[in-house]
């Protein structure tokens, strides 16, 4: 039986191809336990205003360089009462705003975790249902984790039985697809390059915005022709 397993860092109300990445896949793991990275996907994403892009950013401490994502606090406890306004004044106007704002308010305003991991988990998890995607969702620190990337991976894959590793295309420059081949794992690389276009508020288009972007814009029965 063929296992398909794709793992990817704790992202904040991540952008369409994270979520086409979890529906190609069986298993998806959350890599939750490795080293936080500052102004990076983790604590933040993109979405459209009328001044342009705009970033969302949950506050989050940073004491020590090591410091793992699961391990890594918010700072400004009223973030999510922060953030939700600013949703509704960019997106109000979008044609499914109405349908689906009191879900999304709910969601934000009953956010209450201190630590990034499990916010972004809980968003992950509503996200999930309200497409209906089915992916099994596995955190990395539930398995038993080694310092070298390469076999990081490859025991979480063998552990999970997988016969393929489905990757993100910028992994290509450090996976080592030799190590997985000889251990019966096929490595294949989803594309992001094809996606149609659809009508988005706040002037030029924007693939790379937070999925929130294509639900409020397109809603739920037509969203599968858009990643």
Known sequence: ????????????????????????????????????????????????????????????????????????????????????????????????????????????????????????????????????IKTKVILSSNFKNVSDKNENLLNILLELNATEYLSGPSAKDYIDEKLFTNNGINVKYIDYTNYQSYTQLHGKFEHGVSILDLIFNVGLKEINKYY
């Open 1 to 132: 039986m063929s296992v398909t397993v794709s793992v990817c860092q704790s992202n904040y109300i991540p952008w369409k191809g994270y979520f086409d990445l979890i529906k190609s896949s069986d298993i998806f793991v959350v890599y939750d336990h490795v080293q936080y990275t500052k102004n990076d996907w983790r604590n933040r994403n993109l979405i459209k205003s009328n001044q342009g892009l705009k970033w969302l950013t949950i506050p989050v401490s940073q004491s020590r360089l090591g410091q793992k994502i699961n391990e890594t606090e918010i700072s400004y406890g009223k973030w999510n009462i922060k953030h939700w306004k600013t949703l509704k004044s960019n997106y109000s106007r979008s044609p499914f705003f109405k349908e689906y704002s009191e879900y999304f308010e709910e969601l934000y305003l009953s956010s209450g975790s201190n630590f990034i991991s499990e916010i972004n988990q809980k968003f992950l998890k509503s996200l999930l249902d309200l497409l209906e």
